[in-house]
Nanobody, 125 residues
Framework: QVQPVESGGGLVQAGGSLRLSCAASGRAFSDYAMGWFRQAPDKEREFVSAISRSGIGYYADSVKGRFTITRDNAKNTVYLQMNSLKPEDTAVYYC???????????????????WGQGTQVTVSS
């Protein structure tokens, strides 16, 4: 199993950038697709981005063109570069791991096996 731990959240002005990191302790990190989800107050957790075992990224329409997901299997780490941030991006961001035998990834939270504690991202207008 793996245990994701997020870092890199903070307060930023609209139009600014942040890079989130997710370090996953444990074995066989490369066996997992990794996803980023976010949850704003009084809203359901929503998909942001995911990356397959081989590094293929997928994005929610709301962040496409602004966010970039990458992974470094040698460091057991996945990154989410967030540019052109908007106030509506404000949320707690969670990293999650989904064990996969193939090169796909899931977009729904319930498919993920392990979750981090989350990191707060606040975008001021």
């Amino acid at each position: 199993q793996v245990q994701p731990v997020e870092s890199g959240g903070g307060l930023v002005q609209a139009g600014g950038s942040l890079r989130l990191s997710c370090a996953a302790s444990g074995r066989a990190f490369s066996d997992y697709a990794m996803g980023w989800f976010r949850q704003a107050p009084d809203k359901e957790r929503e998909f942001v981005s995911a990356i397959s075992r081989s590094g293929i990224g997928y994005y929610a329409d709301s962040v496409k063109g602004r966010f970039t997901i990458t992974r470094d299997n040698a460091k057991n780490t996945v990154y989410l570069q967030m540019n052109s941030l908007k106030p509506e991006d404000t949320a707690v961001y969670y990293c999650a791991a989904e064990r996969r035998a193939d090169n796909n990834m899931s977009l729904t939270p319930r498919k993920y096996d392990y979750w981090g504690q989350g990191t707060q991202v606040t975008v001021s207008s």
